[in-house]
T-cell receptor
Framework: EAQVTQNPRYLITVTGKKLTVTCSQN?????MSWYRQDPGLGLRQIYY???????DKGDVPEGYKVSRKEKRNFPLILESPSPNQTSLYFC????????????FGPGTRLTVL | AQKITQTQPGMFVQEKEAVTLDCTYD???????LFWYKQPSSGEMIFLIY??????QNATEGRYSLNFQKARKSANLVISASQLGDSAMYFC??????????????FGKGTRLSVIA
């Protein structure tokens, strides 16, 4: 089944404790992206990657890191999480060709205490 | 300035009736794509329908259709014959530029649709 998977789905952590949210897609998509969703703000892009070893900042990159060492994986790293990073996070992937519909993972709900 | 505006925070519709969810957008790029996503209470984002700026006809996918009015910069989603399972949050989104990958998908703030039996 073609899908985007994220782990963990739910995470409660404390300020400053490094964490990684994994994202994997099995559709051989070139383009991958991370979003965060907050009430009243919709979804905002954190980082994106056009291909292996190619990443760039989205609208809200502060406090996050990403890497793209393999085409299928695009982990999101929070080196020192803070409470304002409590949010619902989505990974998405797409072919990178028009119309380039993005397909989303199931989401990771993160709470930073 | 907001690039995607959804003016209806919440909507109610009777089961089996049609409903229109509004979306206006702002871009100076002649090439762009418009998307609608559904987010049920379980949280996942489900792609519904796509409209390209150069598409001559309005997009349709089953019970979903997109009322694309380019001059007015609107891309309203029409859901026909509403079902209880249509109750969800709906997001309009846009990508500017002919080639994707280097421009983000920009989302509106969403409209919560409630279908009443």
């Amino acid at each position: 089944e073609a899908q985007v998977t994220q782990n963990p789905r739910y995470l409660i952590t404390v300020t400053g404790k490094k964490l990684t949210v994994t994202c994997s897609q099995n559709m051989n998509h070139e383009y991958m992206s991370w979003y965060r969703q907050d009430p009243g703000l919709g979804l905002r892009q954190i980082y994106y990657s056009m291909n292996v070893e190619v990443t760039d900042k989205g609208d809200v990159p502060e406090g996050y890191k990403v890497s793209r060492k393999e085409k299928r994986n695009f982990p999101l790293i929070l080196e020192s999480p803070s409470p304002n990073q409590t949010s619902l996070y989505f990974c998405a992937s797409s072919l990178g060709q028009s119309p380039d519909t993005q397909y989303f993972g199931p989401g990771t709900r993160l709470t930073v205490l | 300035a907001q690039k995607i505006t959804q003016t209806q925070p919440g909507m109610f519709v009777q089961e089996k009736e049609a409903v229109t969810l509004d979306c206006t957008y702002d871009t100076s790029d002649p090439s762009y794509g418009l998307f609608w996503y559904k987010q049920p209470s379980s949280g996942e984002m489900i792609f519904l329908i796509y409209q390209g700026s150069y598409d001559q006809q309005n997009a349709t996918e089953g019970r979903y259709s997109l009322n694309f009015q380019k001059a007015r910069k609107s891309a309203n989603l029409v859901i026909s014959a509403s079902q209880l399972g249509d109750s969800a949050m709906y997001f309009c989104a846009m990508r500017e530029g002919r080639y994707s990958g280097n421009t983000p998908l920009v989302f509106g703030k969403g409209t919560r649709l409630s279908v009443i039996a």
